[in-house]
C-alpha cells in the first residue's frame, strides 16, 4: 500500500473491508468546515466504487457497513491537521481534532481505496500528523499567465499531498497579473508584452482571485499573494512611469532578467501607490501573510536620483541598501495596520530595518534560513539546489534550460530537510516549512506537470512526514503505485 506522504505511525492488519454501494457515511452536522467533509468524501470515492455513497448525520454511529467521520474533544495531540483512520472489517472510522485533519484523512483514504479490488480495502491503523505546519507550492503566474482552472487543478493536487499553501507569484516584469481598481493602467498596460509580431499577456480579475481563494479554502490551502517590491517592477513603471526614479516610460520587458528600472523609494506617491495596491490585495486574499518579494533590486538608479538621495540625507543613511530596509519597515508597518505580517526573499536580511515580525522565505540555499532564525525571525526553505522544480532533472532537459540551472533529481528532492542542522534546538522552532518553487520563464502551464511531478511528491515528504527513517528505496516503490493514481488523474508526469 503506496501512501505518499507516508504516515506516522501505520500498522497494517489482517482482514479487509469492503466498499460497496450500501456503505453509508455518517458525519456529524455540528462540524463547522469550509468543506462539507461527507460530499467531499462520497465525491472521492466515487470512481473507486463506481456509485456514490449517501451521506448522512449521525451522533451514535452503527460500527457496521458504514464510513465514520468525527471530530475528538480532547485529542490535541493530532493537532490542527493530524488524523487517525481504523479500517476494521466492519467499518471505517476516522476521526480529528480539527476538520483539516478529517481532511487529511480523507487523502489518506483514497489513496488506500485506489488499490481496491472489488472495493476491498486492507484493514490498518494510521496515526498521523504532519511535521511542519507551513507546506507550499509558489507558482509563478507573471511570467507564463496560468489560467484559473489550472490554478484550481494546482490547489486540487497539492491538497491530494497534504499541502496547504499556495503563493502566486502576481507581479514581475514580464507582467502584472492583478486587477487593481484603484490603478486600471496596471492590467491595461501591465499585464501584457510584446511577443514577435503579436501580444502575450493576461490578467485575474478580483472576482476570479476571490473564487480561487474560495476554492482553496474548501481543501484547506491558504493563498499567499506576492506583489514585488523593489524589483522585479517593470510591468507597473510601464503602467505608471512615475513610480520609478527617471519617470521615464519603459516597456513591459520581453526578456528574462534583473532590470534597473526599479519603484523609486525617494518619492511619497511610490508609497502612495504601494499602500494602494496593498489595500486592495489585503481585501482580496484573507492570508495572515502578504509576499512582498525584496529580491534582486539593483541600486543604480537610486544612486542617481535626487529624491532618493534626499531621503538618504535625511534619514542620515550611508548606503542605498538602507533604502530597501526603509520601504520595507513602511510597508511592513502599513501591513500591521491591518492586521498582516510580511513575507520575503532572504535579500531582506540584508538591507536593515526588518522588522521583527517579518517571515523571511530562504532562496539562496540554506544560509539565509540559518541566520533569519538565529535573528529570531520565522522562516519558510525555499533552498534553490533542493526545491526549484524549473530546475532539470536529467541531462536531456537541461539541454533546453539556461546553464546555471543545477540539475535536480528527485533523488536530491528527497534528501532537503527544511530544518538546517546548524540551529539550535531552540532557533529550529523558527522554522516553519518549506515551499518548492515553479518559475515558469521557461516553463509555460503546459510544461509545468512534468517539472513538478513526481518531485513535488518527494517534497510532500519531506514536510509532511518524520524526518528520521527516511527511505528512499522505500519511497520509490511506494511511487510506482503512486505514479498509476497520477495517471487517473491525468497528470503528465516527467518521464525518464
Ligand atoms: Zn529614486
Not at 251 to 269: H, L, M, N
Request: proline fraction near 6%.
Amino acid at each position: 500500500m503506496a501512501i505518499i506522504p507516508l504516515p506516522q505511525q501505520i500498522e497494517w492488519k489482517s482482514g479487509f473491508y469492503t466498499l460497496q454501494a450500501d456503505v453509508r457515511i455518517f458525519i456529524d452536522s455540528t462540524i463547522q468546515s469550509p468543506t462539507d467533509l461527507g460530499d467531499y468524501l462520497a465525491d472521492s470515492l466515487r470512481d473507486n466504487i463506481q456509485c456514490t455513497l449517501s451521506v448522512e448525520d449521525a451522533s451514535e454511529k452503527p460500527k457496521q457497513n458504514c464510513i465514520s467521520l468525527g471530530l475528538e474533544e480532547g485529542n490535541e495531540k493530532l493537532g490542527e491537521e493530524g488524523y487517525e483512520l481504523s479500517i476494521h472489517e466492519e467499518w471505517i472510522q476516522l476521526t480529528a481534532w480539527k476538520p483539516a485533519g478529517l481532511f487529511y484523512g480523507i487523502q489518506t483514504l483514497r489513496q488506500i481505496a485506489s488499490h481496491s479490488e472489488n472495493g476491498q480495502i486492507p484493514c490498518v491503523q494510521i496515526r498521523d500528523v504532519p511535521q511542519y505546519p507551513w507546506r507550499g507550492v509558489l507558482l509563478d503566474c507573471a511570467r507564463h499567465f496560468l489560467d484559473k482552472e489550472f490554478i484550481k487543478r494546482y490547489i486540487d493536487l497539492s491538497a491530494h499531498h497534504k499541502l496547504n499553501r499556495l503563493h502566486l507569484h502576481l507581479t514581475d516584469d514580464q507582467g502584472w497579473r492583478i486587477e487593481i481598481k484603484k490603478y486600471p493602467e496596471l492590467t491595461k498596460v501591465g499585464a501584457y508584452r510584446k511577443d514577435g509580431d503579436g501580444v502575450y499577456g493576461d490578467f485575474y480579475t478580483q472576482e476570479d482571485l476571490r473564487e480561487i481563494v474560495e476554492y482553496a479554502e474548501k481543501r484547506f490551502v491558504t493563498i499567499i499573494p506576492e506583489f514585488e517590491m523593489p524589483g522585479h517592477a517593470s510591468a507597473a513603471i510601464a503602467s505608471y512611469p512615475h513610480l520609478s526614479c527617471r519617470g521615464e516610460s519603459i516597456p513591459v520587458q520581453t526578456k528574462w532578467g534583473i532590470f534597473a528600472d526599479v519603484f523609486c523609494p525617494g518619492k511619497e506617491s511610490t508609497f502612495e501607490f504601494l499602500e494602494g495596491v496593498l489595500d486592495e490585495i489585503t481585501q482580496i486574499f484573507p492570508s495572515e501573510f502578504i509576499h512582498i518579494g525584496g529580491d534582486e533590486a539593483p541600486r543604480d538608479r537610486w544612486k542617481e536620483c535626487p529624491h532618493c538621495q534626499k531621503r538618504m540625507r535625511e534619514n542620515d543613511f550611508q548606503q542605498e541598501d538602507e533604502l530597501q530596509g526603509y520601504l520595507i519597515k513602511r510597508i511592513a508597518e502599513f501591513l500591521a495596520s491591518k492586521n498582516r505580517r510580511l513575507i520575503g526573499w532572504d535579500e531582506i536580511l540584508d538591507v536593515g530595518g526588518l522588522p521583527d515580525t517579518a517571515v523571511v522565505q530562504s532562496w539562496r540555499g540554506m544560509k539565509g534560513a540559518i541566520r533569519a532564525a538565529q535573528l529570531h525571525h520565522d522562516v519558510i526553505s525555499s533552498p534553490n539546489q533542493y526545491v526549484y522544480f524549473d530546475y532539470p532533472q536529467d541531462e536531456q532537459q537541461q539541454k533546453s534550460k539556461p546553464n546555471w540551472m543545477r540539475m535536480t533529481p528527485i533523488e536530491t528532492v528527497y534528501q532537503f530537510q527544511p530544518t538546517p542542522p546548524e540551529l539550535s534546538a531552540e532557533d529550529s522552532r523558527r522554522v516553519w516549512g518549506a515551499e518548492c518553487t515553479m518559475w515558469t520563464e521557461h516553463a509555460p502551464q503546459e510544461k509545468i506537470d512534468e517539472q513538478l511531478f513526481p518531485r513535488i511528491c518527494a517534497f510532500s515528504e519531506t514536510v509532511w512526514s518524520p524526518g528520521e527513517g527516511r527511505d528512499w528505496d522505500h519511497f520509490q516503490e511506494r511511487l510506482q503505485s503512486h505514479l498509476k493514481r497520477l495517471d487517473r488523474m491525468g497528470v503528465n508526469y516527467y518521464r525518464p
